[in-house]
């Protein structure tokens, strides 16, 4: 296993860890962090990695889950995959890089958001729209989700977002599939990094009920707002 490999293992285990305790946070974490490492992992291998954790958090938790709410969000996340798979196929890595960036410090400033939203029907399929276009595109679809349950319960949250999570990852990986966008080597990653999410999942089961402070919150998006800006400034200048 290369270097990079090993550093991409580490932050999936810690992202994973973060998900399985809070509802989210994987992708936000190892999205940018990734995509400096190589940016093939992104956004491939992290969503094959997102459909593995998703599956594993709704078994955990299926019944705290929003189903209804899961359903208008997706009705939103099939016109967002166009979008990120156009900014896929027409961006050079660049530019694709910058996309990354920028979407993962827009998700941040929305995860900072205090106004009070709740996961009406139109709420969640605007939220459904901008995670499919982000998550598509740099694999970072949570925190618009996110945003809507921020007030309910925590296995509310992981169990929904786990349950939405998982049909929207399977959805952009078939739609960056049907544009040519999935490798061989792709899969070659996910499996490497597996075991690293599955070691973090596991540990996460004991930490939920210390983990889900806003203490937590924030650090999850420090690092991932640092890790952003550094992106942007290295593919700007």
């Given at each position: 296993m290369s270097v990079g490999l090993l550093i991409a293992g580490v932050v999936i285990l810690a992202g994973a860890v973060i998900q399985g305790a809070v509802g989210y946070g994987l992708n936000l974490l190892a999205g940018?962090?990734?995509?400096?490492?190589?940016?093939?992992?992104?956004?491939?291998?992290?969503?094959m990695i997102a459909c593995v954790q998703a599956a594993l958090a709704v078994l955990r938790e299926h019944r705290h889950t929003d189903w209804r709410g899961v359903g208008w969000a997706m009705l939103g996340r099939v016109p967002g995959n166009v979008l990120g798979v156009l900014a896929v196929a027409a961006l050079p890595l660049t530019q694709f890089n910058l996309v990354i960036g920028l979407s993962v410090l827009a998700c941040v400033g929305l995860s900072l958001l205090s106004l009070r939203l709740?996961?009406?029907?139109?709420?969640?399929?605007?939220?459904?729209?901008a995670s499919g276009a982000f998550g598509t595109a740099s694999s970072i679809g949570g925190p618009p989700i996110a945003l809507l349950y921020q007030h309910s319960s925590?296995?509310?949250?992981?169990?929904?977002?786990?349950?939405?999570?998982?049909?929207?990852?399977?959805?952009s990986v078939v739609t960056l599939w049907i544009a040519g966008q999935v490798r061989v080597e792709h899969l070659g990653a996910a499996a490497v990094l597996l075991p690293f999410m599955l070691a973090g999942f596991a540990v996460s089961g004991p930490l939920r009920k210390f983990l889900g402070g806003s203490r937590l919150r924030y650090a999850v998006l420090a690092v991932a707002g640092v890790s952003a800006a550094f992106l942007v400034v290295r593919n700007a200048f």
């Open positions: 940018p962090l990734l995509a400096l490492i190589d940016p093939m992992l992104v956004p491939v291998p992290v969503l709740e996961p009406t029907r139109p709420g969640l399929v605007v939220a459904g729209v925590g296995p509310t949250v992981r169990a929904t977002l786990g349950a939405y999570f998982l049909l929207a990852s399977v959805s």
